[in-house]
């Protein structure tokens, strides 16, 4: 079954810190886009950030840049998301994401998506 799995998720104080990771069975992440995504209640899914297949760019939307960071580790099949002095506006849930379009650039679409996991930022 090709699926992707997240964890790492949980609650945390402002300024502190979590990684989240997006574990891939089933296929290799050598050669896929992989992106975060978040949805916090009440709220649309948002892009967070995303890791192109060709060469590893990497790209983040403005509210996290600096703060967050995205990773992929081949050996593993596992794709991270450092986030540090985490604000109590990342509370939602964040889901991971890959595609097997090939390029530089965030896909517009995704194939195969987890089931997510809860980050709350919350003193």
């Known amino acids: 079954q090709l699926q992707v799995v997240e964890s790492g998720g949980g609650l945390v104080q402002p300024g502190g810190s979590l990684r989240l990771s997006c574990a891939a069975s089933?296929?290799?992440?050598?050669?896929?886009?992989v992106g975060w995504f978040r949805q916090a209640p009440g709220k649309e899914r948002e892009g967070v950030s995303c890791?192109?297949?060709?060469?590893?760019?990497?790209f983040y939307r403005s509210s996290v840049r600096g703060r967050f960071t995205i990773s992929k580790d081949n050996a593993k099949n596992t794709v991270y998301l450092q986030m540090n002095n985490l604000k109590p506006e990342d509370t939602a849930v964040y889901y991971c994401?890959?595609?097997?379009?090939?390029?530089?650039?965030?896909?517009?679409?995704?194939?195969?998506w987890g089931r997510g996991t809860q980050v709350t930022v919350s003193s």
């Open positions: 994401a890959a595609d097997d379009s090939w390029g530089t650039v965030c896909p517009a679409k995704y194939d195969y």
């Open positions: 890791i192109a297949s060709s060469d590893g760019s990497t």
């Open positions: 089933g296929f290799r992440l050598d050669h896929y886009a």
